[in-house]
Nanobody, 125 residues
Framework: HVQLVESGGGSVQTGGSLRLSCASS????????MGWFRQSPGKEREGVAAIDSDGNTNVADSVKGRFTISRDNAKNTLYLQMDSLKPEDSALYYC????????????????????WGQGTQDTVS
């Protein structure tokens, strides 16, 4: 039974930073593809960043240079360091996980993941 629990959300001023964490349990974490996604009211869920089991990353153009995804396999935890935050970054942020398909991860495509956390709200003003 895969469980994902996000934490670290909150309110911050423009230009500030937040660090999100996603604690995982119930599966072989180190072999799974992981990703961060966000959704604002009235908008579709969008991919923010993804990372495979080897630590290769894929970051959306909208956050490239400002957000960094990383994982600690020893702690079964995924991170998203968010710097230089903008009001348009305000959203409910989710982490997601799934097995690779043919040794390939789905990247920042939301439909490629079957396991999701409950989300954590970030507000930038």
């Amino acid at each position: 039974h895969v469980q994902l629990v996000e934490s670290g959300g909150g309110s911050v001023q423009t230009g500030g930073s937040l660090r999100l964490s996603c604690a995982s349990s119930g599966y072989f974490y180190r072999y799974f593809c992981m990703g961060w996604f966000r959704q604002s009211p009235g908008k579709e869920r969008e991919g923010v960043a993804a990372i495979d089991s080897d630590g290769n990353t894929n970051v959306a153009d909208s956050v490239k240079g400002r957000f960094t995804i990383s994982r600690d396999n020893a702690k079964n935890t995924l991170y998203l360091q968010m710097d230089s935050l903008k009001p348009e970054d305000s959203a409910l942020y989710y982490c997601a996980a799934d097995r690779p398909l043919g040794w390939k991860c789905p990247g920042t495509r939301p439909g490629g993941y079957n396991y999701w956390g409950q989300g954590t709200q970030d507000t930038v003003s």
